[in-house]
């Protein structure tokens, strides 16, 4: 097998990975989206989303600098350094691969995108960054399955809504997940 029908059978290969992958994501979408028992909980995705354009984790942080301890606050200024760098990043991924959004359909209270490009979800990437750094810094399982189960509530309200597929949060929440935990104990050190 020569090297150039090599390349051929491998592009091919990821061709149909590729087509797999997004027809995958838009079928799940559309589960989502139209799923019935979700639908009862319309405002509580609403809701998560809007929590997840930073609303939840400012409060924390704020709420941690004025009654927290000083190393609670050096915990606010480590969440704060990462969370400019995954902005930084998903930016420049949204800019990379650029893909659209779903076919937006006005629902709850949002009538138009925040941006135009999909992938990563920037409310996953941040808000399993921030569920990675409340597991680091305060890990008793309470805090920890909180953080998760907000975090998995504003990525499922990004699918739900339909400002995204189901693989833009699967990757924002990598994303998110795998810079917090590179960066959280290096940011740490540098403060301490």
Same mark, same amino acid.
């Given at each position: 097998? /020569?090297?150039?029908?090599? %390349?051929?059978?491998?592009?091919d290969w990821l061709d149909w990975l590729?087509?797999?992958?997004?027809?995958?994501?838009? *079928?799940?979408?559309?589960w989502v989206s139209t799923n019935p028992w979700l639908r009862?909980?319309?405002? #509580? &995705?609403?809701l998560a989303t809007y929590l997840g354009d930073?609303?939840? &984790?400012?409060l924390?942080? *704020?709420?941690?600098?004025?009654?927290?301890? +000083?190393?609670?606050?050096?915990?606010?200024?480590?969440?704060?350094?990462?969370?400019m760098v995954e902005i930084t990043v998903f930016r420049l991924f949204k800019a990379f691969f650029s893909r659209p959004r779903p +076919?937006? *359909?006005?629902?709850?209270?949002?009538q138009s995108y925040l941006d135009t490009h999909s992938f990563p979800s920037g409310h996953a990437t941040i808000g399993f960054g921030m569920a990675y750094l409340i597991a680091y !810094?305060? +890990?008793? &399982? /309470?805090?920890? *399955?909180?953080?998760?189960?907000?975090?998995?509530?504003?990525g499922l309200s990004r699918v739900y809504l339909r400002e995204h597929f189901p693989m833009d949060v699967i990757g924002g929440a990598a994303l998110?997940?795998?810079?917090?935990?590179? #960066? %959280? +104990?290096? !940011?740490? #050190?540098?403060?301490?």
């Open positions: 097998m /020569s090297l150039a029908s090599l %390349t051929l059978r491998v592009t590729g087509e797999a992958v997004l027809q995958w994501d838009e *079928l799940a979408l559309n009862r909980l319309d405002g #509580l &995705w609403v930073g609303y939840i &984790w400012g924390l942080g *704020l709420y941690l600098i004025l009654f927290g301890t +000083p190393a609670d606050q050096a915990n606010v200024l480590v969440g704060l350094g990462v969370t +076919p937006f *359909l006005a629902q709850g209270l949002r !810094f305060y +890990p008793h &399982w /309470s805090s920890v *399955l909180l953080a998760y189960v907000i975090a998995g509530a504003i998110g997940t795998a810079i917090s935990w590179v #960066l %959280t +104990p290096l !940011f740490w #050190l540098l403060i301490h």
